[in-house]
């Protein structure tokens, strides 16, 4: 992780959590993340649109140049990274697991610059399917920026953190990373993650994604 923001946001959901596998959303306490609030999201499940902003923090919307309540977080990201986003998604929902996403943002007139997602498990109601917590970080904060608003998005790289592997200390490095490069192939080989071998490592197919299996030393 390498913003403020998702570190904060990723401690705080840590100390909720305890031996859960994820906090209940009225656990949260904003004041308590007062210095990643501003760019922190809620995500809301809707039957036929995937998943849509019920809050977002102002530096996030700014970004942007609108309000995102409401609005689909789904459809943000670029047709051929909806797949992938899909099976990430289903990742954190199902699995508990924390993704932490980079991603190149584009304007109209094709400026560019990379952002820091991360997104983990939240109960609502004793379901983790319903909501899930989030920040979004720009890694570099142009003069454009809050001007021009971010049109597309294409995923750059990703990491999974698994419940096994989840740990208060954020200086250890968690073995588990993916292999994005070049034009993959956006299809979905099923919902469950289908074995393959990485460079001669097990890893496991999330749409074009390679999941690599580690583990801590």
Not at 2 to 8: G, L, P
Not at 124 to 138: E, K, Q
Request: charged share 25%; glycine share 6%.
């Amino acid at each position: 992780m390498q913003k403020t923001s998702s570190k904060t946001l990723y401690q705080y959901w840590n100390l909720l959590r305890g031996a859960r596998s994820a906090p209940e959303r009225r656990d949260i306490d904003p004041t308590a993340i007062r210095e990643a609030l501003a760019y922190t999201f809620i995500l809301e499940a809707e039957e036929t649109t995937g998943y849509s902003f019920r809050l977002a923090g102002s530096h996030l919307c700014t970004a942007y140049c609108r309000e995102l309540k409401g609005r689909s977080f789904t459809k943000l990201w670029d047709e051929r990274d909806a797949d992938a986003m899909d099976t990430l998604v289903r990742a954190v929902t199902e699995d508990h697991a924390v993704a932490l996403v980079t991603f190149q943002g584009t304007t109209a007139v094709n400026t560019r610059t990379q952002f820091e997602t991360i997104l983990l498990p939240l109960r609502h109601n004793g379901s983790t399917h319903a909501r899930i917590l989030g920040a979004t970080t720009a890694l570099d904060e142009p003069y454009w920026l809050g001007v021009q608003p971010i049109l597309e998005q294409r995923i750059t790289g990703l990491r999974l953190i698994w419940p096994d592997d989840i740990t208060s200390d954020l200086g250890s490095d968690v073995d588990v990373a993916a292999n994005v490069s070049g034009e993959p192939p956006y299809s979905v080989p099923g919902m469950s993650a289908i074995p393959s071998q990485v460079f001669g490592r097990s890893a496991r197919r999330y749409a074009h994604l390679s999941v690599i299996d580690g583990g801590r030393q």
